[in-house]
């Protein structure tokens, strides 16, 4: 079975809607294919529902929609069809059980005009589900993207593939539940693709033959007075996901606290400033640690300074081990010539501050912000979030969507750089070892029994349970 599912933007939709047989002489066969798919999904779904309100654009979303519509009239439902280009005073929704968007389809892209938005907002606030045919209306089916008005969809039918909008945010909040419904295309090679969990099945396991410096030997570098708690969770985290050598080096005032925290993990002093944090002067012990590890982890808890900035340069440019930043590690980081695997796993904060552009705009333009820190970087970069994006120069751009709200608490993001250094430390690269990590993040939270006041160590207490469970490729 295969990791990753196509993730289809609207011009690769178009792609596969132009080799269909026929083409486009047979158009009508995929659009009622499509709008009989919508009709059987509603009444599926919403069986009590006997009077839906259809909202129809003018291209061929709104012919999906039609047809609907007349499916469900078949059906013995009473519907209502309001077509977009109507007098305004025709725009009268009623008083539905269920409302069919088929306003904008793929296609669209932007804001919507003034008329449209009166219409989408008039649509959510009905306050009765919405079922959104393909695309919620006003989401950017390419990027997920919201210019404007949008509508918020109990249930979205789409045809063929999910489209990348349905996954990454902000779309992928507007989009409720999601059916995909095969309406005869051939498949192509997309530019995204969404991770499935059988990803896991590419880490290598522990062989007979594996000391515990082969099995995964991981560095970690960071801490500070304060801040000790992120590199704990990163060092337990990458136990926990199998490695079998992991080292913490932290500045020598915080080792107390460590040797307590930590009870696996070796523990070496490091040259510190008068506030605890570590100095550059720290470089050359660190080189010294990295000679049996097999992939660092810099960043968690490590402060900010010039000389910690100066501490994570001056890494990135004399180790040739695979590096993970994270965290502080990312504070002022500039980018750096490096042959070794490297990956960055900044939040929406930390990524725009590395593109100098504000954390709301990076919440807008999720893809968009991902391809710009790759392209200045120059390496594998992961964007955290309820969508997490990983993206390099050259695969497609992959999206894990298989958590829970409930890792949104402090610390985890500590946990998946220390999942991240043990995959890269068993021989992974950086691309698929993020997503990897991510996905093993996320199926750890899912099994949670408590999924409210879930906390970050709690994740790695269950991670051993979900790589326990895959099966081997």
């Not at 012919?63 to 025709?90: F, N, P, S, Y």
């Not at 509508?151 to 990348?164: G, M």
């Not at 997309?190 to 499935?196: D, I």
């Not at 497609?396 to 409930?406: D, I, K, R, S």
Request: net charge negative; proline share 6%.
């Amino acid at each position: 079975m295969t990791a990753f599912d196509p993730l289809y933007t609207a011009a690769e939709m178009s792609r596969a809607e132009e080799g269909y047989p026929g083409y486009p002489e047979t158009i009508e066969e995929l659009m009622d294919a499509a709008g009989s798919a919508v009709a059987e999904q509603l009444m599926r779904r919403f069986p009590a529902a006997r009077a839906i309100t259809a909202v129809c654009g003018g291209g061929a979303n709104g012919g999906d929609g039609r047809i609907a519509a007349q499916r469900l009239r078949d059906a013995g439902r009473r519907v209502r069809v309001v077509d977009v280009k109507a007098a305004l005073d025709e725009h009268d929704l009623g008083s539905p059980d269920v409302v069919l968007d088929a306003l904008f389809g793929t296609g669209f892209h932007g804001t919507p005009r003034a008329e449209a938005a009166e219409l989408i907002d008039a649509m959510n606030g009905l306050g009765v589900p919405i079922v959104a045919v393909d695309v919620p209306s006003g989401v950017d089916a390419s990027t997920g993207e919201i210019g404007g008005a949008a509508v918020r969809a109990t249930l979205t039918v789409t045809f063929h593939a999910p489209k990348v909008g349905l996954h990454v945010a902000p779309g992928r909040f507007h989009a409720g539940d999601m059916i995909v419904v095969d309406i005869g295309l051939e498949h192509l090679a997309t530019e995204h693709a969404l991770v499935r969990e059988e990803i896991l099945a590419a880490v290598p396991a522990r062989s007979v033959a594996d000391t515990k410096y082969t099995a995964g030997s991981v560095l970690v570098v960071g801490g500070s007075p304060g801040l000790t708690g992120a590199p704990s969770l990163a060092a337990e985290a990458a136990f926990r996901a199998d490695a079998g050598y992991v080292l913490v080096a932290a500045p020598a005032s915080t080792l107390p606290v460590l040797e307590v925290r930590l009870l696996e993990a070796v523990k070496r002093p490091l040259p510190e400033d008068d506030e605890g944090r570590l100095t550059a002067d720290a470089a050359e012990m660190v080189e010294e640690l990295a000679l049996r590890a097999r992939a660092v982890a810099v960043g968690p808890g490590l402060g900010r300074s010039d000389g910690t900035r100066a501490l994570v340069r001056t890494l990135l440019e004399r180790l040739e081990l695979p590096i993970v930043v994270d965290a502080d590690g990312l504070f002022g980081l500039d980018p750096v010539e490096r042959d070794a695997p490297t990956l960055l796993t900044p939040h929406a904060g930390e990524l725009g501050r590395l593109i100098a552009e504000e954390s709301s705009w990076v919440d807008g333009h999720r893809l968009q912000a991902l391809r710009r820190a790759v392209e200045r970087f120059r390496c594998a970069v992961l964007l955290k979030g309820a969508d997490t994006l990983v993206a390099d120069a050259e695969g497609p751009t992959l999206v894990v969507a298989l958590g829970t709200p409930a890792l949104a608490t402090a610390g985890t993001g500590d946990v998946l750089t220390g999942v991240a250094a043990a995959f890269l430390a068993k021989g992974l690269e950086p691309r698929l070892a993020a997503a990897a990590a991510a996905v093993a993040q996320q199926r750890a939270a899912s099994h949670a029994p408590e999924q409210r006041g879930l906390v970050a160590s709690d994740v790695v207490r269950l991670l051993p349970r979900v790589l326990g469970s895959v099966q081997p490729s």
